[in-house]
């Protein structure tokens, strides 16, 4: 029986990416097991609970599990039928309950199966290890107790949450950090965040956005130290794993950066062009799934298919972080290519005449390819006339200049007017979004009679109302701080040009309404030059904090050496970057050598990059480390508590946690807007 982590390590050989690592970890060190020694039974089943089962879904596909022999998947809470021939692999988390339920499967005369393979996703307590070994019933029927350290979920290649959707509310809430829930929070958070570093055999520099607050006793200062108090608590984690994990790194091997939403307000509500986050913002999917309707042959009514959209459809690759009306252009080209170079495409367009036996026999060769290929691409045809149809109908067009503009500063109170006064019809939540970012940089004239007029003018509803006033509530009581603390959207008053952001000089956009960015986009960026400022970013890392300013510029110059051979271009141009561009086939069909050109691109890399946001993140900011991987030779990772699309992040975060704060400000001349007075 062996107590330990895994001893395989994401350093030296091959390089493997963040979300490889984790499904190879989960399929062949916990299910196949190469170390058992062909021990156990061909064939078991897998026990896991509520949340475990969420960390194996989001790698691993059912038929990755059966293939490593797994016939039957149970959920350790439910009554199951006894299996005394079959060996188990229990995938839990290490808590008391799940413990008692463990052993109650296998103790007695007569067990539920012939030997358990034990595997916990984070560390056990010693007092629950000392549980199972004092069973001496269980104990021989142990075939494997071992810490996985894998309770992250990857959503993404480069992507992981914690889930954790009410993070704003339970982190930031009023009297939060004194409650129970608070601690339950950050420290579930802490460990899952940990355990990416434990998996990946990955030892981080971490580092933080630091609190500003002048006076530590406020409400305001108590949530501005919640990226603090993280921090320290990952940290802690981590320095258990340096001793309890075999070969766990000695040096610092990559580098964490943790923030909070406070960091950038914009860019959870702003319209983002690119075809992934325009699916997720305008069509109604849940989660990944597109349901997609199908023309009946008999003429009927059309069929329903749910469809995934997900990394191993290869259009879906190379077309998610483009801009929607470039992903358009290009699945027009695939679609005419298809039909000019594919045999049975092109039979199937001729006319009424007979067709030979020749014909008849190059369109049987060709129809598994035909039928396959159309489907896809139909189906993303699909989904972008949808949302070009959407685009058009609701004039979003109009709408996402503006907000660029605004946030720019190249356009002000006026044009809101003026667009407000001649868009008195369309979506609510599209007024509402263009009204918090407004609030957002021109804070000090969203004050008094002319907010009001405004919101009234929008005719936005009660709830919208209070929505578009927190964004100025979420800064703090005290309208006078500069500081970025707490939930602050700089709003100060003196603020002489009104522009949240500015162009980023090098880059050229070809695409109308591709000219905003993520502020994390700047903040990676700096990170691995080492330019990040100490004061505002310190670093957890007390011994190696000396040397951890130059680890970003060295790092920037070795993957430069020898490594680096592409010329300087613009990231942001019409066409996207080689490593994600698609090599065209011969049926002119995107096939899945974008998949092979991204894994190749990743053999040559430098340490990776983690940015962990709480209180969720944004599909720009997923867009963007996606960005940032090839241009800085460096694979950055996305953490946070939940990715959320703008519409889930105005009904779930924000007015969740503003209405917690609205006691702080109850003395307010707006006091009429939460009363109905």
């Not at 299996?83 to 067990?111: C, H």
């Not at 290869?314 to 045999?343: C, D, G, Q, T, Y």
């Not at 400022?533 to 993957?559: H, L």
């Not at 992040?649 to 609205?662: D, E, G, K, M």
């Amino acid at each position: 029986m062996s107590f330990s982590d895994s001893e395989t390590s994401s350093h030296g050989g091959e390089y493997k990416t963040f979300r490889q690592i984790s499904r190879d970890r989960l399929l062949y060190e916990m299910l196949q097991d190469t170390k058992a020694g062909g021990t156990r039974s061909s064939w078991k089943v897998l026990i896991m609970d509520k949340v475990t089962v969420k960390v194996m879904s989001h790698s691993c596909k059912m038929a990755d599990i059966t293939d490593q022999g797994v016939s039957l998947v149970e959920d350790l809470f439910r009554r199951r039928e006894p299996l005394p021939s079959m060996d188990a692999i229990y995938f839990i988390q290490p808590s008391k309950e799940n413990i008692v339920m463990f052993l109650s499967d296998m103790s007695g005369r007569e067990p539920l199966y012939k030997k358990a393979y034990v595997y916990f996703s984070s560390p056990v307590a010693k007092d629950l290890v000392n549980r199972i070994k004092n069973d001496t019933s269980v104990l021989p029927r142990i075939g494997a107790l071992r810490e996985m350290n894998l309770e992250y979920f990857s959503i993404d290649s480069q992507a992981f949450i914690t889930d954790h959707e009410r993070a704003l509310e339970e982190l930031y809430g009023e009297n939060a950090e004194n409650s129970r829930r608070f601690d339950m929070c950050l420290n579930v958070m802490a460990l899952r965040i940990a355990t990416v570093f434990a998996s990946l055999k990955e030892f981080p520099f971490v580092r933080y956005r630091a609190s500003k607050g002048p006076d530590a006793a406020t409400a305001t200062a108590g949530r501005d130290l919640v990226p603090t108090k993280l921090a320290s608590a990952v940290w802690n984690n981590i320095s258990t794993y340096r001793s309890s994990i075999p070969n766990f790194p000695a040096t610092e091997t990559c580098e964490l950066l943790i923030v909070d939403r406070s960091v950038d307000q914009i860019a959870p509500v702003i319209h983002e062009w690119t075809y992934d986050a325009m699916c997720h913002d305008l069509l109604d999917l849940d989660g990944n799934k597109y349901v997609q309707e199908i023309p009946s042959k008999t003429g009927g009514e059309p069929e329903k298919k749910e469809v995934l959209l997900e990394d191993t459809d290869p259009v879906w690759l190379e077309l998610r972080h483009v801009h929607i009306a470039e992903a358009s252009e290009r699945l027009h080209e695939k679609m005419s290519n298809f039909v000019s170079k594919n045999k049975a495409a092109q039979l199937q367009q001729r006319d009424g005449s007979e067709l030979s036996t020749r014909d008849l026999q190059k369109m049987v060769q060709a129809l598994p390819q035909y039928n396959d290929q159309m489907a896809k691409l139909s189906l993303h045809v699909e989904i972008a006339g949808k949302i070009n149809k959407i685009i058009r109908d609701v004039g979003l067009r109009e709408l996402g200049q503006l907000e660029q503009d605004l946030v720019f500063g190249d356009a002000g109170t006026k044009e809101v007017i003026n667009f407000m006064r001649g868009k008195q019809e369309g979506m609510s939540e599209n007024r509402l979004r263009l009204l918090m970012i407004y609030a957002c940089v021109y804070p000090e004239k969203f004050e008094g009679d002319q907010a009001i007029k405004l919101m009234q003018l929008a005719k936005l509803s009660r709830a919208d109302m209070k929505t578009v006033k927190n964004m100025k509530l979420l800064e703090g009581a005290e309208s006078k701080k500069t500081s970025l603390g707490g939930f602050s959207l700089k709003f100060d008053s003196a603020k002489k040009k009104h522009a949240e952001r500015t162009d980023r000089t090098g880059e050229e956009e070809t695409w109308a309404l591709f000219r905003f960015y993520p502020k994390i986009e700047e903040l990676i960026e700096k990170l691995s030059k080492g330019e990040l400022a100490k004061d505002e970013y310190p670093c957890m890392n007390s011994s190696s904090a000396s040397t951890q300013a130059s680890s970003g510029a060295s790092q920037a110059a070795s993957v430069k050496t020898g490594q680096s051979t592409t010329a300087p271009h613009s990231m942001r141009s019409r066409r996207t970057a080689a490593w994600a561009r698609p090599r065209s086939s011969d049926d002119g069909y995107s096939s899945d050598s974008v998949l092979r050109s991204v894994s190749t691109d990743f053999k040559k890399m430098g340490q990776r990059i983690f940015v962990f946001i709480i209180g969720g993140a944004t599909r720009s900011e997923l867009r963007v480390c996606h960005k940032l991987t090839p241009k800085l030779r460096r694979e950055v990772i996305l953490g946070t508590t939940s990715l959320d699309d703008p519409p889930q992040y105005i009904t779930v975060n924000v007015i969740s946690y503003v209405l917690r704060l609205i006691y702080e400000y109850a003395n307010s001349k707006y006091d009429y807007m939460y009363t109905g007075r």
